[in-house]
């Protein structure tokens, strides 16, 4: 997995999101914007991809969901966001049993967003704590690792309660190892990945 050209991509989003972001307030026209921090509950569903060449096939391509909480404050230079997400996938093997792979991951870091108009782009970044299982032939194997992510994207304003947005993410820096009681032996790898996903958020 290349990390640079994922990271493009998310300052890509991010900067097309500026461009869109035009003059006004937020809700109602002649609403006046919030005052105080800008809370936020989202959950995101999409899929998350890890490298083809990874030890993830055939379960590198997974759908994945999570629930996160941010809070910003004009006042403030940067805001911060918190959140649970969990992915899976199931395939098989060579010769047709089944093979679940799957990951949870908590994580935490901070958030920047910018615009007072109906579209707000936003970045977000920090560390992640990502578990990974597979589970084959009736056993399962799991480990764990620390890594970090950056995500971006764009948010679509819907009045002052609601946004739907586009969110582009990475993971980078894990180290795991899996396989010793499915396969018999470990194999090291990790559980980088690229992911695409929508998102709801309640605004409050």
Same mark, same amino acid.
């Given at each position: 997995?290349?990390?640079?050209?994922?990271?493009?991509?998310?300052?890509?989003?991010?900067?097309?999101?500026?461009?869109?972001?035009?003059?006004?307030?937020?809700?109602?026209?002649?609403?006046?914007?919030?005052?105080?921090?800008?809370?936020?509950?989202?959950?995101?569903?999409?899929?998350?991809?890890?490298?083809?060449?990874?030890?993830?096939?055939?379960?590198?391509?997974?759908?994945?969901?999570?629930?996160?909480?941010?809070?910003?404050?004009?006042?403030?230079?940067?805001?911060? !966001?918190?959140? /649970?997400? $969990?992915?899976? *996938?199931?395939?098989?093997?060579? +010769? &047709?049993?089944?093979?679940? %792979?799957?990951?949870?991951?908590?994580?935490?870091?901070?958030?920047?967003?910018?615009?007072?108009?109906?579209?707000?782009?936003?970045?977000?970044?920090?560390?992640?704590?990502?578990?990974? !299982?597979?589970? /084959?032939? $009736?056993?399962? *194997?799991?480990?764990?690792?620390? +890594? &970090?992510?950056?995500?971006? %994207?764009?948010?679509?304003?819907?009045?002052?309660?609601?946004?739907?947005?586009?969110?582009?993410?990475?993971?980078?820096?894990?180290?795991?190892?899996?396989?010793?009681?499915?396969?018999?032996?470990?194999?090291?790898?990790?559980?980088?990945?690229?992911?695409?996903?929508?998102?709801?958020?309640?605004?409050?």
């Amino acid at each position: 997995m290349e990390l640079p050209r994922s990271t493009l991509a998310v300052l890509a989003l991010a900067t097309l999101g500026s461009c869109q972001a035009v003059p006004g307030t937020e809700g109602t026209a002649g609403s006046p914007a919030p005052v105080g921090p800008q809370q936020q509950v989202s959950l995101y569903l999409g899929q998350r991809s890890f490298a083809e060449d990874s030890f993830w096939i055939p379960n590198e391509d997974q759908v994945v969901g999570a629930i996160e909480y941010s809070r910003e404050d004009r006042a403030d230079i940067v805001g911060w !966001e918190i959140g /649970l997400a $969990g992915s899976s *996938d199931e395939s098989s093997d060579g +010769a &047709g049993n089944p093979w679940t %792979g799957g990951t949870g991951e908590l994580y935490g870091g901070l958030r920047k967003s910018w615009g007072d108009g109906a579209f707000r782009p936003y970045v977000g970044a920090g560390l992640s704590y990502i578990e990974a !299982e597979w589970e /084959l032939y $009736g056993q399962t *194997d799991d480990d764990n690792s620390l +890594a &970090g992510y950056l995500h971006g %994207g764009v948010q679509w304003l819907l009045g002052r309660s609601f946004a739907l947005g586009l969110d582009i993410r990475t993971l980078f820096g894990s180290s795991l190892s899996l396989g010793q009681h499915t396969v018999g032996f470990d194999i090291p790898g990790d559980a980088d990945y690229v992911q695409v996903a929508l998102s709801f958020g309640w605004r409050f």
